[in-house]
């Protein structure tokens, strides 16, 4: 299995910005795609950004594009999210997530999931 840490959730003031980090161990070698997911209070998970582990090509949902960025470090296994001009509708708790194939947005395509870590926004 692979087993995947986030970190560098708090709490922001709305237009500020916040990075996370998501390590990656165990098996590794099997992950295609990492991405990123969201799910606020009273809300179902949804898609935030996704990329592709070798070639880095990167894919956003229409509601982070233009302020969230995703990145990946293949050296450390880790894989962040920057994320910039925050609003108090980003609150959510985000999940790292992997997968080993060329996903898409749905999280049914990610196998494998890290326990989360809480973004709150303040207005």
């Known amino acids: 299995q692979v087993q995947l840490v986030e970190s560098g959730g708090g709490l922001v003031q709305a237009g500020g910005s916040l990075r996370l980090s998501c390590a990656a161990s165990g098996r590794t070698f099997s992950t295609v795609t990492m991405g990123w997911f969201r799910r606020a209070p009273g809300k179902e998970r949804e898609f935030v950004a996704a990329?592709?582990?070798?070639?880095?090509?990167?894919y956003y949902a229409d509601s982070v594009k233009g302020r969230f960025t995703i990145s990946r470090d293949n050296a450390k296994n880790t894989v962040y999210l920057q994320m910039n001009s925050l609003q108090p509708e980003d609150t959510a708790v985000y999940y790292c997530a992997s997968a080993p194939f060329l996903a898409t947005m749905r999280p049914a395509d990610f196998n494998s999931w890290g326990q989360g870590t809480q973004v709150t926004v303040s207005s």
């Open positions: 990329i592709s582990w070798n070639g880095g090509r990167t």
